[in-house]
């Protein structure tokens, strides 16, 4: 599977973003799909995930309450919508996608991912 974020950019604190991450292939209902960042200077965490049906979310203590994560089958994209973002959510964001074989959660196991759309957060 192909993945293809958008939607990034240079927001204010307090402001609003949606990334969008569009993929490729005919199984897309079947992936498991997560959210990860990497900020500068230091290493990717994840940040938010969602299981092949979209009945199940999870969430980073960071981002718990501001950010949602949600799906589009048919249409084979993942958004992550992002509120009330503070400068210490600036950083590269990843789309990512692995089989529904394992645990939604087990963040290891996600094999496919995009380029990344870069959030920009000012103070």
């Known amino acids: 599977v192909q993945l293809v974020e958008s939607g990034g950019g240079l927001v204010q604190a307090g402001g609003s973003l949606r990334l969008s991450c569009a993929a490729s292939?005919?199984?897309?209902?079947?992936?498991?799909l997560a959210w990860f960042r990497q900020p500068p200077g230091k290493e990717r965490e994840s940040v938010a995930a969602i299981r092949w049906n979209g009945d199940t979310a999870n969430y980073a203590a960071s981002v718990k309450g501001r950010f949602t994560i949600s799906r589009d089958n048919a249409e084979s994209t993942v958004y992550l919508q992002m509120n009330s973002l503070k400068p210490e959510d600036m950083a590269v964001y990843y789309c990512?996608?692995?089989?529904?074989?394992?645990?939604?959660?087990?963040?290891?196991?996600?094999?496919?991912w995009g380029r990344g759309t870069q959030v920009t957060v000012s103070s």
């Open positions: 292939g005919r199984t897309f209902s079947r992936y498991d």
């Open positions: 990512a996608a692995k089989s529904s074989l394992y645990y939604y959660t087990d963040y290891d196991r996600y094999i496919y």
